[in-house]
């Protein structure tokens, strides 16, 4: 891909990370329980139904493992946080590597002048002044 191009991929990730939305890290669990009471569902010995089931989220902020229980009704809301969050996550390593490659590119640009004549360092834009160039005219200063 040449620099246009990745610029215009970088303002894409920018403006899908500005519509995001809410997010939480970490992966929402379902789970079962069996009590200790004798004679319990749970317990029966042809047909044992488990509690629940019973919903937790469980991540790691600022360097320690948490375990939040979540109630059936906040259920959806979470799930669609935390898929937010994994979008977040990709969209930032997308942004990471175009601008890296981006960052390539321009070096490579760059080294690709420099290697050049100097009447297309002065004609190129690339960046670097025609008076930098090796030319022997310095620009005259304007009081």
Not at 77 to 86: C, L, P, S
Not at 98 to 117: D, F, G, N, P, V
Request: aromatic share 8%; with cysteine.
């Amino acid at each position: 891909m040449n620099a246009t191009q990745l610029e215009r991929q970088i303002e894409r990730i920018k403006q899908a990370l500005a519509a995001v939305g809410p997010m939480r890290p970490g992966s929402l669990s379902e789970q079962y329980n069996v009590c200790g009471t004798p004679g319990c569902r749970c317990k029966d010995p042809k047909k044992p139904e488990k509690h629940g089931p019973y919903y937790h989220l469980n991540y790691t902020w600022r360097g320690k493992a948490r375990t939040e229980f979540v109630k059936a009704e906040a259920v959806a809301a979470v799930r669609e946080q935390v898929e937010n969050y994994k979008r977040f996550r990709a969209l930032c390593s997308e942004w990471v590597e175009a601008a890296w490659e981006l960052a390539q590119a321009q070096r490579a640009a760059q080294m690709r002048c420099k290697r050049i004549s100097r009447s297309c360092k002065r004609r190129s834009g690339c960046g670097t002044p025609a008076w930098r160039s090796g030319s022997s005219r310095a620009p005259t200063r304007m009081n």
